[in-house]
């Protein structure tokens, strides 16, 4: 598949799991793909772990089921309305959840280029989960990444030590087609903005939000941002 081809296929994918295995090989080489990544000072600061144990899935889809509900429970009205028929994961359904994690200590203490943004050694890591992501779609598989979790939990489910930080539990499976419009978009929570409503030139102006109408989110009443949440 043509790059530019599997960036437009690319898709979170919730739904569309057929629970079938994936190919080993497929797999190792989709992981290979992630771990290409580019990283501050070359420090790779990724891990992941392979979770099949339908138990543990079990486990960690109960643990989103419940946040779910706790972030439901912060809606109101149309939001509540349309949150309510869209899917958020599909842990057990897919059969195996990659769970990225980020270690900060990889590398020792002086990654260069990190010494002024700390951040960027979790951005190597999500450029790692782009580059799975975008692999996993050539090969013809799906991933939806899950947020819906609280990071001890998760940490502790699969055995982390306390410094590293999990970053995603990514569903990838087998799936029975990508669909061409984002779940999302489909249910009326938001919608892709236009390229141009993000573009400035030289300095940055305000623009409004083109993806959706503002729907201030729990807790920034008033405050005109995006209602995205947590998906
Ligand atoms: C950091 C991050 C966290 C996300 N968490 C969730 C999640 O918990 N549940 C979910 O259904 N989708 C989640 N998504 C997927 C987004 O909802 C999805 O990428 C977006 O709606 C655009 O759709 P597309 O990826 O199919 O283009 C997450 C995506 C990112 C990048």
Redesign the pocket.
């Known amino acids: 598949m043509l790059l530019y081809d599997a960036v437009r296929r690319?898709?979170?994918t919730?739904r569309e799991f057929t629970g079938e295995p994936v190919d080993p090989e497929v797999l190792e080489r989709v992981l290979s793909a992630a771990h290409c990544a580019p990283s501050v000072g070359m420090s790779q600061p990724w891990d992941f772990v392979l979770v099949r144990e339908p138990a543990t899935l079990a486990t960690f889809r109960d643990h989103v089921r419940a946040e779910r509900a706790r972030f439901a429970a912060t809606l109101e009205g149309e939001r509540a309305e349309t949150f309510a028929a869209?899917?958020?994961?599909g842990v057990v359904e897919s059969g195996l959840g990659v769970v990225v994690g980020y270690d900060p200590r990889r590398a020792g203490p002086s990654v260069l280029g990190r010494h002024t943004i700390a951040d960027t050694g979790l951005y190597s890591v999500c450029l790692a989960i782009e580059n799975l992501w975008l692999a996993a779609t050539a090969e013809g598989l799906g991933v939806?990444?899950?947020?819906?979790y609280r990071e001890e939990f998760l940490g502790e489910l699969v055995g982390f030590p306390a410094h590293v930080r999990p970053v995603?539990w990514l569903c990838v499976g087998r799936v029975e087609d990508l669909p061409d419009v984002?779940?999302?978009?489909r249910h009326g929570w938001?919608h892709?903005s236009p390229l141009a409503s993000v573009l400035h030139d030289e300095r940055w102006t305000p623009r409004p939000d083109a993806a959706g109408p503002d729907h201030p989110g729990p807790g920034t009443a008033g405050s005109g941002t995006a209602g995205s949440g947590?998906?």
């Open positions: 690319r898709r979170d919730r869209i899917t958020v994961e939806g990444w899950v947020s819906f995603a984002p779940d999302l978009e938001r892709r947590t998906a």
